[in-house]
């Protein structure tokens, strides 16, 4: 027999936390007045870096796309010659985050992955609404490929990445990218991504509360996002909806039992699965929606990264998923 499902115990012992145990309690407010939604901002923008301890690798530097372009990160693990490229999307429900809060695992997927990692630090919502994140973050993956020679990338081998809105990003970006036919990519990284602006999946009703993430909290980030100016089924707003997913790459997700997002970002592996998409959908029992940046509190965010970086390696090596 088996017993009702619950955290991983160092995720029960987070959750009991005071301030994460009122995490909720702001995003409760409906109608959001202008003057709410701007408080909230502020402070989630204010929220300090995971504190991890940095996995050392050979040489860390900042860049932009082009001059005065989106800025970037680059990460380079200490193996020589010519390496293949994982363009990373930051999470934060397209409102906070940056090349920070998102350093950890960027170092462990570059050196997991045997690749050079680019992190990009796209304009955040609700001053850059969609489809502005989208159209910037395509940008700077065609420059990535473009000129990836310039800092020992292989332009052949070119996969992207995203946690949460960074997964909704990635996935829009191989949307894109499937339908211009350029730039070819290698594969498609999502943990625990944001698929479906509707929020109409089983998930965002068992996980509503009590996990961190709430639907409530979720529902604030879709709202800074589309501003109610677009049919929330738009592919590129909500990859799930996309009608044809048969030109996308190689994909690996990872979800969490105790995350609104989980349902969606399963139901999309199994469409792309039908697809004919080599695609692997792993969902870490116990855990909950943000684990792979919580290197400092359980070890299931050592065990994903490892897993994906052993994942990308036969992609990069072989040219398809095992």
């Known amino acids: 027999m088996t017993g009702p499902a619950i955290p991983r115990p ?3 012992m987070l959750l009991a936390m005071p301030a994460i145990a009122g995490r909720e309690a702001p995003f409760g407010h409906a109608p959001r007045s202008p003057e709410n939604v701007a408080d909230l901002v502020v402070g989630l923008r204010a929220l300090p870096a995971p504190v991890v301890d940095k996995f050392p690798v050979a040489e860390v530097w900042d860049f932009s796309a082009g001059d005065g372009g989106t800025p970037l990160r680059g990460y380079r693990p200490a193996v020589d010659g010519l390496l293949p490229v994982l363009i990373y999307f930051h999470g934060g429900g397209w409102v906070f985050g940056d090349l920070e809060t998102h350093d950890a695992p960027c170092r462990g997927l570059a050196n997991a992955a045997r690749c050079i990692v680019v992190s990009v630090d796209y304009g955040l919502a609700p001053e850059h609404p969609f489809p502005g994140p989208v159209k910037e973050c395509v940008a700077a993956t065609r420059w990535v490929v473009d000129n990836a020679a310039l800092f020992g990338g292989d332009p052949l081998r070119v996969a992207v990445a995203g946690a949460s809105c960074g997964g909704n990003l990635a996935a829009a970006v191989a949307l894109q990218a499937a339908a211009d036919r350029a730039p070819s990519l290698a594969a498609q990284v999502l943990f625990y991504p944001a698929l479906d602006g509707t ?4 998930s965002h009703v068992e996980n509503a509360s009590g996990f961190n993430l709430s639907a409530a909290e979720m529902s604030f980030y879709w709202d800074c996002y589309h501003q109610g100016t677009v049919d929330l089924r738009t592919p590129l707003l909500s990859p799930i909806h996309a009608e044809d997913l048969s030109g996308l790459p190689p994909t690996i997700i990872h979800t969490a039992e105790f995350d609104v997002l989980r349902d969606e970002g399963e139901a999309y592996g199994a469409r792309l699965s039908e697809a004919g998409v080599p695609t692997v959908v792993r969902r870490y ?8 940046s919580m290197g400092n509190i359980t070890p299931d965010a050592g065990h994903s990264l490892a897993e994906i970086g052993t994942w ?7 040219g398809s998923a095992p």
């Open 10 to 12: 160092e995720v029960g």
């Open 199 to 202: 929020t109409s999946f089983p």
């Open 285 to 292: 029992d116990g855990q909950i929606h943000g684990f792979v």
């Open 312 to 318: 990308l390696e036969d992609v990069f090596r072989s």
